[in-house]
């Protein structure tokens, strides 16, 4: 049974720093390119970036040079750190998975439960 285990969210003020995790069990990992979207309430799923098995990280251009996202190959973990936090990124992180090629939102083979992210003023 394939499970995306999305942790780490939680309420921080404007300006912090969170890393979120994705532990992945059930696949073989480094056959999955793995990505990182929000949902934010009333809001449509945003693509923030995804990471080959191997290679360049591919970001969105909202969140290029303030996000970072990197796996862990034998720890089976995906991460996406958040810097420079503001209340617009307040949403629903979710980690995605797809074997080989970079997910999209409509292109997955996987998708996680989501953690929520709440940033305050």
């Known amino acids: 049974q394939v499970q995306l285990v999305e942790s780490g969210g939680q309420l921080v003020h404007t300006g912090d720093s969170l890393r979120v995790s994705c532990a992945v069990s059930g696949l073989t990992f480094t056959q999955y390119s793995m990505g990182w979207f929000r949902q934010a309430p009333g809001k449509e799923r945003e693509f923030l970036g995804a990471?080959?098995?191997?290679?360049?990280?591919t970001y969105a251009d909202s969140v290029k040079g303030r996000f970072a996202i990197s796996r862990d190959n034998v720890q089976n973990t995906v991460y996406l750190q958040l810097n420079n936090l503001k209340p617009e990124d307040t949403a629903v992180y979710y980690c995605?998975?797809?074997?080989?090629?970079?997910?999209?939102?409509?292109?997955?083979?996987?998708w996680g439960q989501g953690t929520q992210v709440t940033v305050s003023s």
């Open positions: 990471i080959p098995a191997t290679g360049y990280v």
């Open positions: 995605t998975a797809r074997q080989w090629a970079l997910p999209t939102a409509h292109d997955y083979d996987y």
